[in-house]
T-cell receptor, first 117, second 113 residues
Framework: GAVVSQHPSWVICKSGTSVKIECRSL??????MFWYRQFPKQSLMLMAT?????????EQGVEKDKFLINHASLTLSTLTVTSAHPEDSSFYIC?????????????FGPGTRLTVL | GENVEQHPSTLSVQEGDSAVIKCTYS??????FPWYKQELGKRPQLIID?????GEKKDQRIAVTLNKTAKHFSLHITETQPEDSAVYFC????????????FGRGTSLIVHP
């Protein structure tokens, strides 16, 4: 149980284009979904927290107009990197916490490696 | 906000030895402390967690201890194996409600055969 999927697993795009990443909780309903960014050999950097049906809460320094987050249902959240540039290349990971049981336990998706040329 | 310090950043041990990773936190309201293992290019996997109402939790070769007074918690891995090699992250949060975790910087554990 508690499986989170992420799609795509990797994507290469041209500078200036937009990329959408999906995060789904497969066998549970997620109260909250989180989006992280991870650089090589570094820790997880929280970008934003989203709750179903409400606007995402962005961490300081994260541009909300560049990283659009939509949490349309209790099983799906999307992150859209708009007008991507090479400096946006990174490993993006989502996580979700359940609406039932221990609501503070996070389950991570497999990550999406974004490369912007 | 919460601040989590994790040490060491790198830990090299021989197979069969024990490994200990320590984390300290700053917010006394934090009450949930998970540990994640991340292999290269893969997702972080929850390996063990502890809540503030207990001082120690064990799961086979892995154990976590929590000292609320000193605001530190540790991961103990006994009889290490090469497959334990990975990056381990600790985290602290105020569980229940507006849960937002703060992660440590990670410890790269290398187990030599």
């Amino acid at each position: 149980g508690a499986v989170v999927s992420q799609h795509p697993s990797w994507v290469i795009c041209k500078s200036g284009t937009s990329v959408k990443i999906e995060c789904r909780s497969l066998d549970f309903q997620a109260t909250t979904m989180f989006w992280y960014r991870q650089f090589p050999k570094q820790s997880l950097m929280l970008m934003a927290t989203s709750n179903e049906g409400s606007k995402a809460t962005y961490e300081q320094g994260v541009e909300k107009d560049k990283f659009l987050i939509n949490h349309a249902s209790l099983t799906l959240s999307t992150l859209t990197v708009t007008s991507a540039h090479p400096e946006d290349s990174s490993f993006y990971i989502c996580s979700a916490s359940s609406t039932s049981g221990f609501t503070d336990t996070q389950y991570f998706g497999p990550g999406t490696r974004l490369t912007v040329l | 906000g919460e601040n989590v310090e994790q040490h060491p950043s790198t830990l090299s041990v021989q197979e069969g030895d024990s490994a200990v990773i320590k984390c300290t936190y700053s917010d006394s309201a934090s009450n949930y402390f998970p540990w994640y293992k991340q292999e290269l290019g893969k997702r972080p996997q929850l390996i063990i967690d502890i809540r503030s109402n207990v001082g120690e939790k064990k799961d086979q070769r892995i154990a976590v201890t929590l000292n609320k007074t000193a605001k530190h918690f540790s991961l103990h891995i006994t009889e290490t194996q090469p497959e334990d090699s990975a990056v381990y992250f600790c985290a602290a949060s105020i569980g229940g409600g507006s849960y937002i975790p703060t992660f440590g910087r990670g410890t790269s554990l290398i187990v030599h055969p």
